[in-house]
């Protein structure tokens, strides 16, 4: 077999450990949504554990320094990493981090989403580094894609990933207009 780990998570001991259990030395790519340490510092000790690459995107120049991430690789836009028989396609998502990078699994038309849409809760978009402008054009532009679901790096798979997506942009823009509203 052949495995790609999403978001290995926090450099925790034994998270990692498990991790190599299960992937053993099938471990082909160690990929990263965004550099937040909830999502990318057991990279470094997986690839350690694994000799498996760090695929991503650098962080930003505003992004905060204790949480600096970059890559082995820098994935472009709609760059495919083929995993046994599955193909991951990168779509690029700034807004709630300049780097951040969603992950379609074209075969099944499921999209990690990291933190760009989450379950049961609004992304924070925490400026410099987040930008609102570019998190509802990435929305935006996720509209465009064939999807059938949405795996958010918190919480469970989500069905109807246009009316989640129109639903948040939606939220959002009101959230803006009250905020306007009130200047």
């Not at 077999?1 to 450990?17: E, L």
């Not at 995107?57 to 083929?82: I, K, M, N, Y």
């Not at 300049?98 to 499921?110: P, T």
């Not at 509802?136 to 918190?154: C, K, M, N, T, V």
Request: proline share 8%; charged share 20%; hydrophobic share 40%.
């Amino acid at each position: 077999g052949a495995y790609a780990v999403i978001d290995p998570g926090p450099d925790d001991p034994a998270h990692i450990a498990r991790i190599v259990e299960i992937v053993g030395r099938d471990l082909k790519f160690i990929v990263c949504t965004h550099a937040h340490p909830d999502h990318a510092p057991g990279a470094a000790p997986l690839k350690a554990a694994t000799g498996a690459p760090i695929l991503g995107a650098p962080s930003g120049p505003h992004f905060r320094s204790e949480w600096q991430f970059t890559p082995d690789r820098t994935l472009a836009h709609g760059e495919r990493l083929v995993v046994g028989d599955t193909t991951l396609r990168t779509v690029h998502t700034p807004g709630h981090a300049s780097n951040h990078l969603c992950y379609l699994l074209e075969q099944e038309r499921l999209l990690f989403t990291g933190d760009h849409l989450m379950q049961a809760s609004t992304v924070v978009i925490n400026p410099p580094d987040g930008d609102m402008a570019a998190y509802l054009a990435s929305l935006r532009a996720l509209l465009g894609e064939d999807l059938e679901w949405l795996a958010p790096g918190h919480g469970f798979l989500m069905a109807n990933p246009r009316k989640v997506i129109e639903g948040i942009v939606a939220h959002r823009l009101k959230r803006e207009a009250k905020v306007a509203d009130a200047l």
